[in-house]
């Protein structure tokens, strides 16, 4: 079978559907907000993505092919089946990646840029990571590898993956079908995935199958009552492209020598640990919320 690349071939349309949405945005035919500077800064890092791809591409095509040469099973790439088994384990991987690098410091240096913009509209979807090849997460899809899946066949659906995952980021689209909700990634249930609001955080980690998030207790519905805010917790605040690329890595490696002997809790403990409690976690940010959103209110005390 000739191999493709799904994200090549589906270049133009990014180009085209971003344009397009910018306009009737524009003429107020759909809702999408964009800023200037904050689009050339989710292009330039999709642009600096592609080159480390490119860079790093041949350390990872090469081990992934070492590990072929030990496989468990010869997996066909021509047969149905196999597709149908390379779609479910691929997006079951990326799920934990995508959950690892959100809730690990380390993984989340890499992958923070994605989630930097204040704006949700089609150019963040372009918004992708520069130092992914060295933070190693491409490792968890060695397995697939291991087990029989040729290597283009792996490379081939993770792009259909990443290809899926481009149409998700807008606010133009409402709610698809509740078939549809229940079962895909869809753009409200990745809207909660961006969104910064304290209910909000570290949900709907989905490729294209919502179904794992429902499975594994992550997945958090979007909700009319409580509208998305985008971007991190503390918002960058600059539109400086080397900022937006390294500034988790930059601000880990301060932590680490200033204090060494807690160096393995500020790499590989949950973004916004610290050793004397003095930040916050996801987790302490969602148990404040639990408790201010459980307090009775000036009328539950006069009732």
Known sequence: MKTFDPVTLATPLFILTIILEIVFSRLGRLKAEYEAKDTAVSLGMGLGSTVAGVLFGGVIGATTLWV???????????????????????????YWFHRIAHERRFWWASHVNHHTSQHYNLSTALRQTWTGGLAGTWLLWLPLSFLGFP????????????????????EAIGRMPRWFEAVFNTPSHHRVHHARNPRYLDRNYAGILIVWDRLFGTFQPELDEEPCRYGVVKNLGTFNILRVAF???????????????????????????????SRQTSHDLKAEWEVRRKAPTDLDRAA
């Open 247 to 277: 500034h988790e890595w930059i601000a880990m490696a301060q932590d680490v020598i200033r204090q060494p002997r807690h160096a393995l809790g500020w790499m590989f403990g949950p973004p916004g640990w610290s050793p004397d409690g």
């Open 68 to 94: 072929h040469q030990y496989r468990l099973f010869d997996i066909p790439m021509t047969a149905v089946w196999a597709w149908v088994a390379i779609f479910l384990l691929e997006d079951l991987t990326y």
């Open 151 to 170: 290597p283009a066949m792996i490379a081939i659906q993770k792009g259909i993956s990443l290809v899926y995952q481009y149409w998700i980021h807008t």
